[in-house]
């Protein structure tokens, strides 16, 4: 019977791949602290996101054709809703006519257009937005124009994300 | 039969292969983070600007003047910190001036820039 010899790695095998496995740790380790670090100064980019595209876009359209110098209802659909930070009521031009349009920022991860037209209300609804999304609204003051929008939204650590102005054009 | 192990060539062609290996993917993900943060930088910065623009659009056309800093909210520019924004104003042709919105950051190395032509209209400017 042939007796092999068993012996184990030897010192320098040993220290050759702790060193290579030790290489790879470091740089796993400064990429991810650098990944960290940007994770933490900027906000999230909510801009790449196709739902908040389309619900801004929308909306930059219905401000931009606001329609009278006080477009801003104070409320809508028979009390339904009120002008309120997370809520826009605006009169707006439509190819109809004017409508009434109710931006509804209230429900979590949705957004709800409501338009109304001679009373009938048509809704259109955003929905899976992001679950950090926390959108506000506000009033732009320039002097000797009708009051613009702001749209504003933070992410889920408060960092700003969105700031857009949104402000009425003339129309004839 | 003879036990041995691997030769020089072979272990340094084996080394070879892993350093080009690993060295591809730390470019890719620099790259790849390098171009993130820019497409973020810009989002914000454009943003700003636009906003800016809202309001040198309204502004009456003899009040169009260049200044050290924009009149709206330049939160949004936060993670750019240390940066810089002006407005440079010039007169291509009578009752015409052009307006030109920057931001500067890491130290001026980066801007982004957005222009608008304003024309006196005589009157009451337009929304």
Redesign the interface.
């Known amino acids: 019977m042939v007796r092999r010899r068993s012996r184990g790695f030897t010192l320098l095998e040993l220290v050759v791949t702790l060193a290579i496995f030790g290489t ?1 740790l470091m ?1 796993l380790g400064v ?1 991810s602290l ?2 960290r670090r ?1 994770e933490r ?3 999230v ?1 909510f ?1 790449q996101h196709p739902q908040v595209i389309a619900v801004l876009s929308r909306m930059r359209r219905d401000v931009l054709d606001a329609f009278g110098s006080n477009p801003y209802r104070d409320n809508a659909g028979n009390g339904k809703y009120t002008q309120s930070p997370k809520t826009l009521i605006i009169d707006t031009i439509v190819s109809n006519g004017v409508q009434t349009v109710v931006w509804d920022f209230n429900t979590p991860r949705e957004v709800h257009r409501i338009s109304y037209n001679v009373g009938v209300a048509t809704e259109w609804v955003a929905r899976g937005l992001p679950p950090d999304f926390a959108a506000n609204i506000d009033a732009v003051e ?1 002097p ?3 009051f ?1 929008v702001r749209f504003t939204a933070k992410d889920g650590n408060g ?2 994300a ?9 129309h004839d | 039969m003879r036990q041995r192990g691997f030769s020089l060539v072979e272990l340094l062609f084996a080394l070879l292969i892993l350093t080009l290996v690993i060295t591809t993917t730390l470019a890719v993900f620099i790259e790849r983070n390098r171009r993130l943060q820019q497409a973020s930088e810009l989002i914000l910065a454009y943003q700003v600007l636009a906003n800016e623009v809202e309001l040198q659009r309204r502004v009456p056309f003899a009040d169009v003047l260049p200044m050290g800093s924009f009149t709206t909210s330049t939160d949004l520019l936060r993670p750019l910190q240390p940066y810089s924004t002006s407005i440079d104003v010039t007169a291509t042709s009578p009752g015409v001036k052009t307006v030109t919105m920057m931001i500067k950051w890491r130290n001026g190395k980066k801007q982004a820039k957005l222009a608008i032509m304003r024309v006196d209209t005589g009157g009451g400017n337009l929304w």
Not at chain 1, 162 to 170: C, F, N, T, V
């Open positions: 790879f740089i990429l650098e990944m940007q100064r900027y906000p980019n801009m320039t000797g124009h009708p613009g960092k700003l969105i700031d857009q102005y949104l402000q009425p054009r003339a």
